[in-house]
């Protein structure tokens, strides 16, 4: 039997459709208007990333920024069958890193089963938590399950809310859950908050070519998951990974005004060393 988050799904028709066909609908409209990154040829176009850092925004304004990101899911949709998935807290502060008190969580799309042997895996360590109420109406996690649906066949899911967690708290989480190439990795942030759109441009172009660089010193004004994404890039350079930003927007070019904007970009991280799957 399953346990579902409480507040299930708890922003459908906010933040994307509550009905089923709409959110389809929706979710064809960001694939289309997408940036094209199936060609990536970091390694070979057949080659799956690692790791994805996506924006969370209403699908209105960064959808087609996300599916950039998740495009490059749909050649090994039969491959991936666990992602581990981290966004920062928005509404209630945890210290470290929180699980939730469920089993299964929910949209309009159908059910998403918990990783449970994964999360069995981490919560002895220090910095994990469980918190029903840091989950409960957390979009930050909840508006990439969609897309993860669209693009994936059937996978369990490791959700963790990031509230004040090091660097180093971060990278040790991801290294117990890392796995193979049946392991995805997506962090959820958005970039800059309310700037003027040069102002924003400005400082996520900044902020781009440091996740590029695996700076693992970002802040709350450059990210508001930064705490989740240095601990991705630490990951990621005992891993050697590559990054590769596939898009960098603002609300200001997709569906706003630019008299007050908040920044978007999707990245992949790639094992350069990994064979590219076979079809």
Not at 56 to 78: D, T, V
Not at 194 to 201: D, H, I, K, P, T
Not at 245 to 256: E, H, K, P, V
Request: include cysteine.
């Amino acid at each position: 039997m399953f346990t579902t988050r409480p507040a299930a799904a708890a922003v459908a028709g906010s933040f994307y459709p509550a009905q089923p066909e709409a959110l389809r609908c929706e979710l064809a409209r960001c694939f289309s208007a997408a940036r094209n990154t199936t060609d990536l040829t970091i390694k070979s176009p057949k080659t799956s990333p690692k790791a994805l850092i996506v924006p969370h925004a209403g699908y209105i304004y960064s959808g087609e920024i996300a599916a950039s990101a998740y495009n490059l899911l749909i050649h090994c949709r039969n491959k991936i069958n666990n992602v581990v998935l981290l966004g920062p807290v928005h509404r209630v502060w945890v210290p470290g890193l929180a699980l939730p008190d469920a089993t299964a969580f929910e949209t309009p799309l159908g059910r998403v089963k918990l990783d449970q042997a994964g999360m069995a895996a981490i919560a002895s360590l220090p910095q994990i938590s469980v918190s029903a109420a840091a989950h409960a109406e957390e979009h930050s996690l909840e508006v990439q399950l969609p897309f993860l649906q669209s693009v994936l066949d059937d996978f369990t899911l490791l959700p963790l809310a990031v509230g004040g967690a090091s660097p180093e708290q971060v990278a040790e989480v991801l290294e117990k859950v890392w796995g193979g190439e049946e392991t995805l990795i997506v962090v959820s942030s958005d970039l800059s908050h309310f700037l003027v759109y040069a102002a924003a441009q400005r400082r996520d172009a900044v902020t781009a070519q440091a996740i590029l660089d695996l700076d693992t010193h970002l802040v709350g004004e450059q990210a508001c998951g930064a705490h989740p994404i240095n601990g991705l890039a630490l990951a990621a350079r005992r891993h050697g990974l590559v990054a590769q930003l596939l898009d960098l927007r603002n609300s200001g070019d997709t569906a706003g005004s630019q008299d007050r904007v908040v920044g978007y970009a999707a990245f992949a991280f790639m094992e350069l060393n990994r064979e590219p799957f076979k079809s």
